[in-house]
Structure formats: C-alpha cells, structure tokens
C-alpha cells in the first residue's frame, strides 16, 4: 500500500514538474491530429474501420514530431517563461511608475523625482492619520459637549422651577398681611338667630369706623390679620379701641368673593354667619 502512494506521489511530482508539463501540453498542440481522431472513434465500429485508425496513428507518429519538436517547445517554454513574466512585471511597474511621475508633472507643472513624490504621499498618509484623530477627538469632545449642554438645560429647568416656586413663596409671604385687600366701605350683614343685622362700615388700614349718618365714628382695631392668596381667604380680629383691646369679634377664613366677604364670626361664645358687600 505504501508503494503504490508513494508511487502516485511520484507520478503527481513529474506530471506537476513544469517541464513534463510542457512537453504534454507541446505534444498535444503539435500532433493534434491524434486526439481529434481519438476523440470522434467511436468503438462499436467494425474491425477495419479500426485496423484503418490504427494505421492512420502509427502513420502520423515520428520521431521528430512526437519527441523532438515537443522536447524542444518545452525547453524553451520552461527557460523563457520565467524571464517573459519578468520583463512583464517589470514593465507593468515601470509602467505605473512613469504614469504616477507624469501624472505629477502635469499637475504640479514639473517633473517630480520618485523619491520626493514617495515622501509626500508618505507625509500624506501621516497627515491625514493625524486628521483622522483629530476628528475623532473632536466628535468624543463635542459628545460630551452635548452632555454637559444637556445637563445644564436641566440645571436650568430646574433653576426655573425653584425660582418660580420661590417668587410664588414671597408672593404669598409679600400678601400674608396685605390689609389692602379689605379696605374700603363696606355693608355688613349679620344673620342671627332670631333677625337679621346690618350696618355701614370703613375699613382704612387697621382702622374700623361705624357710619353714623354721614360721618364714621372708629370704633374697631383690626389685629392679627392674615390673608391666604392661594386659598382666598382672611383671618383677623376686631377689638373695641373702648374696652383696652379686649377681643370684640373673630373672624376665621372669610372667603373673598367679587366684592363680598362671606363667612363667620365669633362673638363672647357665638357664632353667626357674615357677609360683607362693598359698596
């Protein structure tokens, strides 16, 4: 078994070799006449027709166009194959060479030496490495760029928020003791129990004046005011400037309506309801 590789190797070897090679391929073009003959004989054909083809074969063979001619064509195949291949590339090279320089001499309006032109396409590349890194540095930059704008629109936002929450803060605080908001002349109406009272009244400030014919006689101090803006709402109380600023009336969470007071109050243990129309 060994043999019979080793002998398949060796027949591998010889017909790979490219002077065997060669001569097959030379004997082939120079005696083509026999394998055409080959190759159309058909073998149910009679004996004579056979006899006939046999005859033409070993009369077509000779000694100088089946070993000479195709020994010599395969010589000289093997020796100026390399060398031809050779002139071809390097006449390829040159070629690619001589087109670049020309190429360079018409742009640049001169002759450009190979060396000088390999410099710079040399230089080039590095330049344009350089470039590449560069670009690329400036895309990570301009990356975080956009992070940190993003992140300081949202610092702005909130900015906003706490700015708008702290200016409605001072709003509420700058309202808390407005007095403003009640003062004027007003009719209050008290619905007691059994009846039903009123009286015209001027609130000036901290002031509160009874109308007596068509003068106002003080007869209140308003303290401890406050007024809710969210909710709409004021809380204070009246004390008789007469009875040394003892509670006279509370009122707790009147809600402001247009021009009206609506709510209750409180009186030595009572409660009423009250409604304060301006007029």
């Known amino acids: 078994m060994e043999k019979l590789t080793d002998l398949f190797v060796n027949l591998k070897d010889r ?15 120079v005696n083509w006449q026999i394998p055409v003959a080959l190759f159309w004989y058909n073998g149910n054909s009679q004996t004579g027709v056979q006899l006939e083809l046999m005859s033409y074969v070993s009369n077509t063979l000779d000694a100088f166009g089946s070993f000479l001619l ?23 090279t040159w070629n690619t060479r001589w087109g670049e320089t020309w ?19 040399k230089d080039y590349v590095e330049r344009t490495k350089i470039l590449d890194e560069i670009i690329s540095r400036e895309s990570s930059t301009q990356e975080r760029l956009n992070e940190t ?56 400030g901290t002031n509160v004046s009874i109308r007596d014919g068509v003068k106002f006689d003080q007869k209140y101090q308003i303290n401890s005011f ?44 009572s ?7 301006r007029y």
């Open 226 to 269: 406050t007024y809710n803006v969210e909710g709409r709402t004021v809380r204070f109380m009246l004390l008789l400037i007469k009875e040394a600023n003892m509670p006279f009336y509370s009122f707790e969470d009147l809600e402001l309506r247009h021009d009206e007071m609506v709510g209750h109050e409180y009186k030595t243990g």
């Open 70 to 92: 195709p020994l010599i064509l395969a010589i000289a195949y093997t020796i100026l194959n390399p060398i031809l291949r050779n002139w071809i590339s390097a006449f390829y």
């Open 103 to 121: 190429n360079l001499s018409i742009s640049k309006g001169s002759k450009v030496v190979i060396s000088k032109y390999l410099s710079l396409r």
């Open 15 to 29: 017909f790979t070799s490219p002077l065997i090679f060669s001569f097959l391929i030379s004997w082939l073009v």
């Open 149 to 204: 704008e993003s992140a300081l629109l949202s610092s702005r936002n909130e900015m906003n928020k706490v700015s708008e929450e702290l200016s409605n803060y001072r709003r509420i605080r700058d309202n808390l003791y407005n007095i403003d908001v009640i003062r004027g002349n007003w009719k209050r109406v008290v619905v007691g129990a059994l009846n039903e009272q009123s009286e015209n009244i001027e609130i000036n």
């Open 271 to 277: 409660r009423s309801e009250v409604r304060y129309v």
